[in-house]
């Protein structure tokens, strides 16, 4: 059974910092690539950044130079680092992870419950 989990989400102050994580099982890792999206209260979801299976990054303009995303494949884990944050970032954070599940040769796409993130004075 695939799972995948995010964590790390909560309520921060303007300019300050999160670290999200993003745990997988049952999809082969070092094969998958990871997405981050954010969906804010009555908005689409947004892709916010992604990293393929072999570390190519890709940022959206909004979050360039404040988020910084890394993977770790002995972990399975993702993690997004978010800094300088604003009020703007708030939103519903939701890993998706395309890979291929064990056993098998093309890639599926999962999702995660998604994290709550909130920027407030």
């Known amino acids: 059974q695939v799972q995948v989990v995010e964590s790390g989400g909560g309520l921060v102050q303007p300019g300050g910092s999160l670290r999200l994580s993003c745990a997988t099982a049952?999809?082969?890792?070092?094969?998958?690539?990871i997405d981050w999206y954010a969906q804010a209260p009555g908005k689409q979801r947004e892709l916010v950044v992604g990293?393929?299976?072999?570390?190519?990054?890709n940022y959206g303009d909004s979050v360039k130079g404040r988020f910084t995303i890394s993977r770790d494949n002995a972990k399975r884990t993702v993690n997004l680092q978010m800094n300088s944050l604003r009020p703007e970032d708030t939103a519903v954070y939701f890993c998706?992870?395309?890979?291929?599940?064990?056993?098998?040769?093309?890639?599926?796409?999962?999702w995660g419950q998604g994290t709550q993130v909130t920027v407030s004075s």
């Open positions: 998706n992870a395309k890979g291929p599940r064990y056993g098998r040769s093309s890639s599926s796409s999962f």
């Open positions: 049952g999809i082969i890792f070092s094969r998958s690539d």
């Open positions: 990293i393929t299976s072999g570390g190519y990054t």
